[in-house]
């Protein structure tokens, strides 16, 4: 087995008794990623010359006995998170040419750590999408097939996981685009609780809604990462001044009488077939592990879909105005600065941001506040009540992270709707600000993965990582990989 193969925990181990070194591990990266990468386009950005640098440079850590958990592990970070020095363009062409003056917290703590860069992953534009179709500089293929979506909006990421192009990814969660996309590859991915993660120098999309979160292959590496990431951080105003606990201390919990919600709005009419029979034998397997399945009800879930594009949007359309060709970025000629300012605008923007855009100023503009962001507003507090209700008899609740496994590439794009439902069983915990995790729990027919969601309290991972981790090790859906 190659080092890439591995997981973090694995390649600590092997790090720490001076069996391997970073080098070599980059070796192997390096060389999946030039055997593979033509097919499955993962990246935007490699950063072979900085990885090498940074490779020495934790050898050296090793030696002197300063190592720590990321120590020499090659990581993947998606293209909307600021690396000082390093490109960084939210796969969006009126972004081709930024580079970031500092750096994000969460790349701050594992260059801490002293972590390998691997690359800037691609994405949906501004993470703006279920399919990483929107990107501005190119499709991302499904690693299980390659004509086939590998989800969005942190397609890259997922992709460059499960192909072995990187040992683990970090990834952003609007709406689901940790989740669905982790689902869609056959990996493991979490959505923080809001505020658990800095979110200083994530590039924005909607501020009360964006998380950072870690894409890995098994549940293990996910807990080993958050407790690099996670914690306040007094650069971001929404920053919980919460104590971390350490995650990985929630492996190997027993789950015996632990409640597990079925919420009964998510097994909906057309559904994938493959998808429910692989949610509904898992939830079997979590009772015959001892844990207890209980009927929860979530009854403003219809309103899910809605109200995020009414609140995603409108944030949206606040935080991408200042992308005008003056600060920043790509600027187009104009007679004028009016002129100017449209020109970039539409010849920088893709199809779906300008859409987006335009649904989220207009339902800010005067006349019709009230009737759409401030209706919003109201069905989300409807829907954080409704998951508050439902944990005073559920410790988690168990969903299927999506209604279908992998579609074709081109197979939605032509209808925005049936793209934005994608998303339809991960929105809801946007919404509310609680944290969730997808793992796989088997696969369809055709051999596509089939991801299993976990949804916690507020700031309860803990019990995410124990549940997840006794389904993984009492199955063998997170050791398969693709051929490719």
């Given at each position: ?95 081709p ?135 306040h ?6 920053s919980?001044?919460?104590e ?42 979590l009772?015959?592990l ?67 855009i ?50 074709r ?18 929105i ?57």
């Amino acid at each position: 087995m190659k080092l890439n193969e591995l997981t973090i925990a694995d390649l600590r181990r092997l790090l720490d008794n001076r069996e391997i070194t970073p080098r070599e591990i980059l070796d192997d990266t390096y060389t999946r990623i030039d055997a593979v990468e033509d097919k499955v386009k993962a990246y935007i950005t490699l950063t072979k010359e900085a990885a090498w640098a940074m490779a020495e440079a934790a050898q050296q850590a090793i030696v002197e006995n300063r190592a720590s958990l990321l120590t020499g592990i090659p990581v993947a970070v998606k293209d909307n998170l600021c690396t000082k020095g390093i490109l960084t363009t939210c796969a969006s062409k009126i972004l081709p040419n930024f580079i970031p003056p500092y750096e994000s917290t969460v790349t701050q703590r594992m260059l801490d750590q002293g972590y390998l860069l691997a690359g800037k992953t691609n994405m949906d534009e501004f993470a703006m999408g279920s399919s990483t179709e929107n990107s501005g500089s190119h499709t991302t293929r499904n690693p299980w097939d390659l004509g086939r979506v590998p989800g969005g909006s942190s397609g890259g990421s997922a992709a460059a996981v499960a192909a072995d192009e990187c040992i683990a990814a970090l990834g952003s969660d609007t709406g689901g685009s940790i989740r669905q996309p982790a689902a869609l590859c056959g990996v493991v991915g979490l959505k923080p609780t809001y505020g658990r993660v800095s979110r200083y120098g994530l590039v924005a999309y909607a501020s009360s809604l964006d998380q950072i979160g870690p894409i890995t292959k098994n549940v293990t590496d996910a807990a080993l990462l958050m407790n690099v990431i996670a914690g306040h951080d007094p650069k971001d105003s929404t920053s919980a001044p919460l104590e971390v606990p350490d995650f990985a201390a929630a492996l190997g919990r027993d789950i015996r009488g632990m409640r597990i919600g079925i919420p009964k709005e998510y097994f909906i009419e057309g559904m994938d077939r493959d998808v429910e029979d692989a949610v509904r034998a898992a939830i079997k397997k979590l009772e015959s592990l001892g844990a207890e399945a209980v009927e929860v009800s979530l009854p403003h879930t219809e309103y899910a879909v809605a109200t995020y594009y009414i609140l995603a949007t409108s944030e949206a359309s606040s935080n991408l105005a200042r992308y005008d060709g003056v600060k920043y970025g790509f600027r187009a000629a104009g007679k004028d600065l009016l002129e100017m300012y449209m020109n970039t605008r539409a010849q920088g923007f893709g199809a779906e941001v300008k859409r987006r855009i335009m649904l989220g100023t207009y339902a800010l503009s005067a006349g019709y506040y009230d009737a759409y962001y401030k209706k919003g507003q109201q069905a989300r507090t409807l829907i954080k009540q409704d998951f508050d209700k439902a944990f005073t008899t559920a410790d988690v609740i168990v969903t299927p992270t999506t209604p279908s496994a992998a579609f074709r590439i081109g197979e939605k794009t032509a209808d925005p709707l049936q793209m934005y439902l994608s998303d339809i069983f991960t929105i809801s915990v946007n919404l509310a600000g609680i944290p969730a995790l997808s793992l796989p729990c088997g696969f369809t027919g055709s051999g596509l993965p089939v991801g299993l969601q976990v949804i916690g309290k507020h700031f309860d991972e803990a019990a995410l990582f124990t549940v997840a981790y006794a389904y993984e090790q009492s199955t063998e859906w997170h050791l398969r990989r693709p051929a490719l």
